[in-house]
C-alpha cells in the first residue's frame, strides 16, 4: 500500500474534546490533492490505522487538516492521537481517498452531527468558493463541544452556516432542518456524524419524501448487517459479527485458483493466507481501500462505503467484511 511520510505541524485545540492536527510533508513538497469530502489513513502503530476526513479547503496544496474529537468509549485511535501526538511526530498516511463526494446539484443541503462537521466544512468552504448554492446544518451539545466553531461562523460561510447546541434545546430530534421538510428534485443532501444521529436524519428526510439517491452518507463505523442477530453486535466498536453466515468460493480470475471462505473468516483474510496480495485498511467497510471488482457471481454487501446504486450494480465488493449471497464470486485479481 503507497503511503506518504509527513510531520505534525501544528496542533490546536478545536473544542473542549476536539483537537486539528495540521500534517505537512516530510520533505517540505507538495502533498497529493484531494476534494472536499475526502479521507487519509493515519498509521499510528503496527497494527494501529485510523482513517480521518480531511477538513481543510482542497485548494490548499501544501497541509492536510483533520479534527480528532477524544473518544475514551472508542476503538483506541483517538486517545493514541491525543495522548501521543506532538509537534514534529512524523507519520505515515495513505494518500486521499474519496467515496464521499460532491456530486453536481442545484443546491446542497449539509447536516452535520458533532464531529460530522469534518468532510461536510471542506464542502461547504469549497461550495463556497464556487459561488454555489448551500447551507450547513452543525447539531452539537454545546457551544464548548463544538469543533471548528470559528470556521463555522467566518465570513467566508456567513449566513449559510447555521449551528444547533442541543443544551439550549436545539435537536435535530425536534424537527428536521426548514430545507429538508419539502423535497427538491435539484438538491443533494449530505449527512455526516453518529450512527444515531444520521439513522434519523435520514429515516425523517425518506418519510418526507426525499428520494434515497439524493441522501448521501459517511458513517465513523459500521452498522450491524442484514444477517446479524439482534445482540450479536460487537459492544467495543471493532465491526459486526455475522449472525448465519454461509460458506461460498471466490476465484481469482488471473490466475482461476478458487478458494473457500468459511462461515468464521472473511475474503481478504482467506486471501492473504494463500498469498494473495490485497489493499487493506480499515477492516470494517468503511473506508473503501479493499474495493475490489466483481466479475460474475452476487455480492452480499455489508459496507458502509457504496451507494445504493453501486451496490444493485454489483460489481465491487469491500472483501474486508462483505460474503457472497452467489456460491462463487469471481474477482477482478
Known amino acids: 500500500m503507497q503511503t506518504l511520510d509527513?510531520?505534525?505541524?501544528?496542533i490546536s485545540l478545536a473544542s473542549s474534546t476536539s483537537r486539528s492536527y495540521e500534517l505537512r510533508a516530510a520533505d517540505g513538497g507538495a502533498l497529493p490533492s484531494f476534494e472536499a469530502g475526502a479521507h487519509i489513513d493515519v498509521h499510528l502503530g503496527p497494527s494501529l490505522v485510523r482513517q480521518y476526513s480531511l477538513c481543510n479547503s482542497p485548494r490548499e496544496k501544501g497541509r492536510y487538516l483533520i479534527c480528532v474529537r477524544r473518544d475514551d468509549a472508542g476503538r483506541g485511535g483517538s486517545r493514541t492521537l491525543h495522548r501521543d501526538l506532538t509537534v514534529g511526530r512524523r507519520l505515515r498516511i495513505s494518500p486521499p481517498r474519496n467515496h464521499f463526494p460532491l456530486v453536481a446539484a442545484g443546491h446542497h443541503v449539509l447536516v452535520a452531527g458533532g464531529i460530522g462537521i469534518t468532510p461536510l466544512l471542506s464542502m461547504a468552504e469549497a461550495l463556497a468558493a464556487r459561488g454555489a448554492s448551500f447551507v450547513l446544518?452543525?447539531?452539537?451539545?454545546?457551544?464548548?463541544?463544538?469543533?471548528?466553531?470559528?470556521?463555522?461562523?467566518?465570513?467566508?460561510?456567513?449566513?449559510?452556516?447555521?449551528?444547533?447546541?442541543?443544551?439550549q434545546g436545539d435537536t435535530v430530534r425536534a424537527g428536521l432542518p426548514a430545507e429538508l421538510q419539502v423535497p427538491e428534485a435539484d438538491t443533494a443532501v449530505y449527512v455526516c456524524g453518529p450512527d444515531g444521529f444520521m439513522t434519523h436524519v435520514v429515516a425523517e428526510a425518506t418519510a418526507a419524501g426525499w428520494h434515497p439517491g439524493q441522501l448521501h452518507t459517511e458513517r465513523f463505523a459500521p452498522t450491524a448487517p442484514p444477517s446479524a442477530e439482534a445482540g450479536d453486535r460487537d459492544r467495543d466498536g471493532d465491526g459486526a459479527k455475522a449472525g448465519v453466515a454461509a460458506e461460498?468460493?471466490?476465484?481469482?480470475?488471473?490466475?482461476?485458483?478458487?478458494?473457500?471462505?468459511?462461515?468464521?473468516?472473511?475474503?481478504?483474510?482467506?486471501?492473504?493466507?494463500?498469498?494473495?496480495?490485497?489493499?487493506?485498511?480499515?477492516?470494517q467497510g468503511i473506508c473503501g481501500a479493499c474495493l475490489t471488482p466483481v466479475l460474475s457471481g452476487e455480492?452480499?454487501?455489508?459496507d458502509e462505503v457504496q451507494t445504493p446504486d453501486e451496490r444493485a450494480a454489483g460489481d465491487r465488493i469491500t472483501i474486508c467484511c462483505s460474503r457472497a449471497r452467489s456460491p462463487e464470486l469471481l474477482l477482478g485479481l
Open 6 to 10: 509527513v510531520i505534525v505541524h501544528t
Open 137 to 167: 446544518h452543525h447539531y452539537t451539545s454545546s457551544a464548548a463541544e463544538a469543533p471548528l466553531l470559528e470556521r463555522l461562523q467566518s465570513p467566508a460561510l456567513g449566513e449559510r452556516a447555521v449551528v444547533h447546541h442541543s443544551d
Open 248 to 283: 461460498f468460493t471466490v476465484r481469482i480470475a488471473s490466475t482461476g485458483t478458487g478458494y473457500r471462505v468459511p462461515a468464521d473468516r472473511t475474503i481478504a483474510e482467506v486471501l492473504t493466507a494463500h498469498g494473495v496480495e490485497v489493499e487493506l485498511s480499515c477492516e
Open 299 to 302: 455480492p452480499d454487501h455489508r
